[in-house]
């Protein structure tokens, strides 16, 4: 099978969808999520790059529950935020690359 262009015409092609998918990555950055979480007492914005951007504790709910309880909460609040960003990513890189998952391009 061949294919107009040959192997230097998809050697292009590649270049051009990776350097696309380097673009929408760095724009994405600037993209946040937000989750909250224990009744909206902790709320966590991270961006797109996975990266926690600001985090938010109530300080009532700091004071009146034990150590223990506000940091399982906030480490679950931070997971959920690393996953909502982590799957907003991947849904916009999708759009990138069609659907196609690219090993070591997405």
Do not use: H, W, Y
Not at 44 to 62: L, M, S, T, Y
Not at 70 to 96: C, F, H, I, R
């Amino acid at each position: 099978m061949q294919f107009r262009g040959g192997m230097s015409e998809l050697m292009r092609q590649a270049s051009r969808m990776q350097r696309k998918l380097e673009q929408t990555r760095q724009e994405l950055k600037g993209k946040t999520v937000e989750v909250s979480g224990a009744n909206d007492k902790i709320k966590v914005v991270a961006n797109c790059g996975k990266e926690i951007v600001r985090i938010d504790i109530d300080p009532e709910f700091a004071k009146t529950e034990e150590l223990s309880m506000v940091q399982d909460a906030l480490v679950g609040v931070l997971n959920a935020a690393l996953k909502q960003a982590g799957e907003t990513l991947e849904s916009e890189m999708d759009k990138v690359t069609g659907g196609v998952k690219i090993p070591g391009m997405v």
